[in-house]
């Protein structure tokens, strides 16, 4: 992730321009919400869930805890098995890693498959400034490449375009009706149009869901066949993941198997769970194993655990605030409770807003299959951010009103009284000003006559 | 120091306090003791489909009647030598014209609907997903219950690329309209049948 020159994310503003498009919302709202529902029914019909949360949870923790030697494990391991393993301190020396692997095989076209790493290390716009020609093979992936935006959600990386912005944006940029705007037409399009440049790509790239340290292997799940082929089709495959995605382990893949798909998507397994341990015969396989910011969140007491993390986006399709503002409001490569938890450790000034975008509802906490405690780690975001002086000026403002208010039991009983008069007699123009945000997209409650505390005492007193 | 040295010193220097141990992994109770159904739910569940081959039919005929438009069906199984062979190919993308794709998988798994191919299944990878269409000859007694099952076997460590298939492959990525046959095969389908011609005595004679 970039320097701190960024201005800082206004979260609230960009959220407002995707809420001020009602169609959109709407679909992604409901979208998002069936992918919880669907959770939720494989969910009931695993009797063993909350115990494979807590094994999953406990895996994690006991690798992050060794890491080192997980790492070092899993080298020797790939080594052994014809591999050959890079290491990246950070996004740059991860890009500057692909390049000299494609120079030295003299490889100019790459295909690759989704990965949240590779938009972490903003490789893509290196790569192409070095002359490589790259193509996402994810359809939804591919989608939002055409379109020149970073994925919206790392599951469903398009899930906030409707099928109309899909024929828009394909008509524009690689043929096709842009009047026909059924799925399957799009899906299609995608497929004739991408599957050439699979067959003719000199290298492939592609993430890892999981790192197998007992046995080398890098497993890739994934639904659509785009990773198997850009990994299978082109003499060179390279493997670009963070070193948290480690597991020791063969055995432990049938617990976390068992929970991402049925987390991310509502449905038992991918499509294709995929296992690749070395090179098939004449082809050649590297692997880059990058920290970018990883081992200093591992040193954070409170935020060493957002590690576990397996990229399911579970609580980003229950989160009302993620559903409601879009995975591209939040300015950052993850979005979501998990992107509000992990950007703020990149850049703290730039990701102020990202801890504040939650009603700090749990449930994200109550869905996340590796048991990360997101909503405490929003919480201790927030007290970081406000004693570093990074809130943005109107919250500081309001926080300090508040903190002076809340601080003395009078001046508390004096403003709520105010407050329950005030909400009752004051004209509209005056309650619904740009100053009350909670008056903003919602009626504000009809008061009650009487304060719970002014009751409380009369009950006593009668009592 | 090396980025390699850097890293591992970083992940040691910030050791997380605490034990941590790691759990032994407890064996579960199977959803359903019929695994052949819980099976055929499965791959049912993930837009897969399967049949027995009909007593007294013969296998290539009962594919080639699957698919009556396609032209061109090619063999890994070893067990059908009306079909050109998969690993008659030079190149991985040779297989793209590929209509029909016939393949053995090692094993099933109930849980999921799953089957395992690895790169001895499928002779050459490519053809699991450039091929239009899928067959899979699964034999009935080769399938374990659960994922967590399939993964306490030797098979994954043995060889260089193994894959988990379930159902054709598949995308939701436009307006969440599922559609099969995203970038690889259109369809799957298993077909339970004991292996009935030896892989060896089918290399020797073709």
């Not at chain 1, 005030?422 to 619904?432: D, F």
């Not at chain 2, 120091?1 to 992940?11: E, Q």
């Not at chain 2, 209509?99 to 109930?110: E, Q």
Request: glycine share 8%; hydrophobic share 40%; net charge neutral.
């Amino acid at each position: 992730m970039s320097p701190e020159t960024h201005e800082p994310v206004d979260h609230a503003a960009a959220a407002a321009r995707f809420i001020a498009d009602a169609p959109h919302l709407a679909f992604h709202d409901t979208r998002l919400w069936e992918l919880r529902q669907k959770r939720d029914g494989q969910m009931h019909g695993v009797p063993e869930w909350e115990t494979l949360r807590d094994l999953a949870s406990a895996i994690k923790e006991h690798t992050l805890s060794r890491l080192a030697e997980y790492l070092e494990q899993f080298e020797a391991q790939a080594i052994a098995n014809g591999v050959q393993v890079h290491w990246a301190r950070d996004g740059a020396e991860h890009n500057a890693i692909v390049l000299r692997i494609l120079r030295e095989n003299n490889a100019k076209t790459l295909v690759k498959s989704k990965s949240m790493l590779t938009e972490e290390c903003e490789m893509s716009p290196f790569l192409a400034q070095h002359g490589i020609t790259i193509t996402e093979t994810d359809l939804g992936e591919r989608i939002q490449q055409l379109d020149d935006e970073p994925p919206s959600h790392i599951v469903v990386p398009a899930v906030h375009k409707l099928r109309t912005d899909v024929a828009r944006v394909f008509a524009r940029r690689i043929g096709g009706d842009p009047e026909n705007t059924d799925a399957h037409y799009l899906a299609e399009h995608c497929r004739v149009t991408t599957r050439p440049l699979m067959l003719d790509a000199d290298a492939g790239l592609t993430g890892a869901n999981f790192l197998v340290a007992e046995t080398g292997a890098m497993v890739v799940c994934t639904n659509e066949g785009n990773a198997d082929l850009s990994a299978n089709l082109p003499p060179l495959h390279i493997v670009s993941v963070g070193i948290e995605k480690l597991i020791p382990r063969q055995a432990d893949l049938g617990v976390f198997v068992r929970l991402l798909s049925r987390s991310a998507l509502g449905s038992p397994i991918t499509q294709y769970t995929s296992h690749f341990r070395g090179a098939r015969d004449g082809g050649r396989m590297h692997i880059v194993l990058v920290d970018n910011g990883r081992s200093k969140r591992l040193g954070q007491a409170e935020f060493w655990t957002s590690l576990k993390c397996i990229r399911c986006g579970a609580c980003m399709n229950t989160c009302p605030v993620y559903r409601r503002s879009g995975g591209l409001s939040y300015g950052a490569v993850y979005s979501g409770p998990i992107g509000a938890i992990i950007n703020p450790a990149y850049d703290p000034a730039r990701y102020a807003a990202l801890p504040f975008a939650s009603t700090l509802n749990g449930s994200c906490t109550q869905v996340c299959p590796v048991r990360i405690n997101i909503h405490e780690q929003l919480y201790a975001w927030r007290r970081i951010i406000a004693a570093g002086g990074l809130l943005p000026g109107k919250k500081r403002l309001v926080m300090r009103l508040a903190g002076v208010v809340l601080g003395s039991p009078a001046l508390y009983r004096l403003s709520t009284a105010l407050a329950r008069t005030a909400v009752r007699i004051l004209p509209r123009g005056l309650l619904y000003t740009r100053l009350n945000g909670w008056g903003r997209d919602r009626e504000l409650p009809t008061p009650p006559s009487e304060s719970f505390a002014s009751w409380h005492a009369r009950r006593k007193k009668a009592g | 120091m090396s980025a390699r040295d850097d890293i591992l010193a970083a992940c040691r220097a910030a050791r997380p306090p605490g034990d941590h141990p790691l759990p032994n992994l407890p064996a579960f109770a199977p959803a359903s003791s019929d695994l052949r159904a819980g099976f055929e739910q499965g791959l049912a569940l993930m837009g897969g489909r399967s049949f027995d081959l009909p007593a007294g039919t013969a296998l290539g005929a009962f594919i080639a009647a699957q698919f009556p438009g396609e032209r061109l069906i090619r063999d890994a199984s070893g067990e059908l030598p009306e079909f050109p062979r998969v690993d008659a190919v030079n190149r991985p993308r040779d297989l793209e014209n590929v209509d029909v794709a016939v393949v053995r998988a090692r094993f099933g798994v109930a849980e999921t609907g799953s089957v395992f191919l690895s790169e001895s299944e499928l002779q050459v990878n490519t053809v699991g997903y450039l091929s239009q269409h899928l067959v899979v000859l699964l034999d009935p007694v080769a399938l374990v219950a659960g994922i967590a099952d399939a993964y306490q076997r030797r098979d994954f460590g043995e060889v260089r690329y193994a894959s988990l298939m379930t159902g054709p492959s598949a995308t939701a990525d436009i307006e969440g309209v599922l559609i099969r046959g995203a970038q690889g095969v259109r369809s799957l389908t298993v077909i339970f049948c004991p292996r009935t011609i030896e892989d060896a005595a089918a290399r020797s004679a073709g």
